[in-house]
């Protein structure tokens, strides 16, 4: 069993205004949350070699200090992607669970829900084999990971609604990463607790592996947070019911309000 090293709460943090905190934080700037943010970063985006997490986590610093490492931030728009694949596979899983789907060939699955993200987003070169490969290089941070993508997507939903007066470089996965980690870890426990937990819920098989997976601290003084519920659309259904029994193989996001 593994761990992440980042720095728990002295008091319980409790979100309760989540309109107030994005209208706050969005008009700081990136380093008064560092110490929690970059090593929360580092685990994301290198979970498997500590020494590029530490080199990582030191260009993060750089680029919080006002520095422009530019090798460092060009690796981003592709970690964003790869981020998004994964995302779409945790969020889906978690989806086909809440909705009763497929119960008749086991329930949810890593691999169902990859072929289904495969098809639904061919079109941004998703296939099965690179899926996979994402899964793979990330599954050990996919609670994180699949954490921050719904936080984006709730400020993204919320800036359509009542603009909070950001572009959409400040709704990119790293900077939000960056400005919100208290509750980007939040919303992780709530996806690391459900996939450690799936089988005991009546999952045949585990979303995430118990002894790599980077568990968030007990004592981190956050409470889980209901995140963003990937409801299963009719369409996807007939992709779902149509995938044969042993294939390997975006979201739309519905509101919930977050437990404080």
Known sequence: MRTMDIPCFAQKVEITDLLHLYKTRLQQKLAPHAALAIPLLGYMGWPNDGTEREDAMQLLRAWLDGDEPKEFLQQIPLMHQRWGRVADTVLLHCGMNEGGHQKRRGGSSVGKAISLAAKRIKARGASQANMWEGWSTYKDAA???AAVIAVCADIQRRNR???LGIGLQEMLPIRVGCLFPEFVIGVGLHYQHYGLNYIAKGGSEPMFDPET???IP???GIEPMLPLVRVILPEEIVILNARRA?????ANLLETTPIS
Do not use: K
């Not at 042993?246 to 975006?250: E, F, H, P, V």
């Open 143 to 145: 609670h994180l990971i």
């Open 161 to 163: 609604e009542q603009p």
């Open 213 to 215: 997976l980077w568990r």
């Open 218 to 220: 007990e004592s981190i």
């Open 246 to 250: 042993g294939n390997r193989g975006r």
